[in-house]
Each structure stands twice: as C-alpha cells, then as structure tokens.
C-alpha cells in the first residue's frame, strides 16, 4: 500500500540522469512521480508533458522528480533524446520504490505520483493516466492553495 496523504516523506538519495547523488529537500513543495520505464510511450508522454510545464512548476516553488528503476545510463539518454532538464533518479534497487510503498510487482513502479509538502506527504495519484498528468496536478496545487501561479 502506498504511503498516505499524512504520512512523513522518506529520507532518499539517488543518482540522477548526470550520475550526481541527489537527497530530496523535502521542506518545500515537491512532486515525485513513479513511472514504469525511459522512452515507452507513456513514460515519454509524462516526462514531456512535466517538462512542459516545468517553467510553471519551477515558478511556483515546486520541484520535480521522475523516478523508475532503470539505471543513470537509461535515465541520461531519456533526458537527452527528450530534452528534460528535471531530475530523473535512478533506481535499479527498487530503493526508492520500496520507501514509498510504490507496487513493483510487474517489476517495475506502477504509475504512482506524490505531493510532498513540507515533509509530509500531501496527496497521491494512483494508477496514473499519463496524458494531462502534469498539468492536472498543478492545476490541483493551485486549486488546493498549495501554491500560487502569478
């Protein structure tokens, strides 16, 4: 069972796309998002659509993961072929899957995305359909007071 809206953000660390180790400053606003595997259509519609929108997440505070268990080689030819300038944390240990309770039992992150909001997880998006995805949430942040958008 994923983590709950209430419960406290896991302590994680990952390398991203670039191989840099990244911790996660949960004290912000932040958007965490599980998807199965790089460059399958689904997962690029995702990632192209929250790098769309990335100007406005980033404009609101708020920061951006994208997280699966394909490894930083993976992840860095995704980014590029793709243009996304946000962080892609590899994990091929199921590490961070496994920290937010995310289902792996096809052997990959089901479709899950998180709201963390100053350490404490806000809201979850389950069974993720990924056209719109980005937009809806921060359409939701905005809606909720989460944020504000000039």
């Known amino acids: 069972m994923v983590l709950e809206p209430g419960e406290p953000a896991p302590e994680v660390s990952a390398p991203n796309q670039h191989g840099e180790r990244v911790t996660p400053d949960w004290r912000g606003v932040s958007v965490v998002y ?16 929250f790098q769309a929108e990335l100007e406005s997440y980033r404009d609101a505070d708020v920061t951006v993961y ?14 590029e072929e793709y243009g996304i300038e946000f962080d892609l944390l590899a994990d091929p240990d199921g590490d961070l899957v496994d920290a937010f309770d ?3 039992t096809r052997g990959v992150a089901s479709r ?17 359909e990924p056209d719109g995805h980005a937009r809806n949430v921060l359409a939701d942040l905005v809606e909720t007071g989460i944020v504000t958008l000039e």
Request: glycine letters at 12%.
């Open 112 to 128: 899950t995305t998180f709201v963390v909001v100053g350490g404490s997880v806000q809201a979850v998006y389950d069974g993720v």
């Open 34 to 49: 599980f998807y199965p595997k790089d460059d399958t259509p689904g997962c690029t519609t995702e990632a192209e659509q």
């Open 102 to 104: 995310v289902d792996r």
């Open 66 to 79: 994208g997280v699966s268990v394909d490894g930083v080689d993976s992840h860095a030819d995704f980014a």
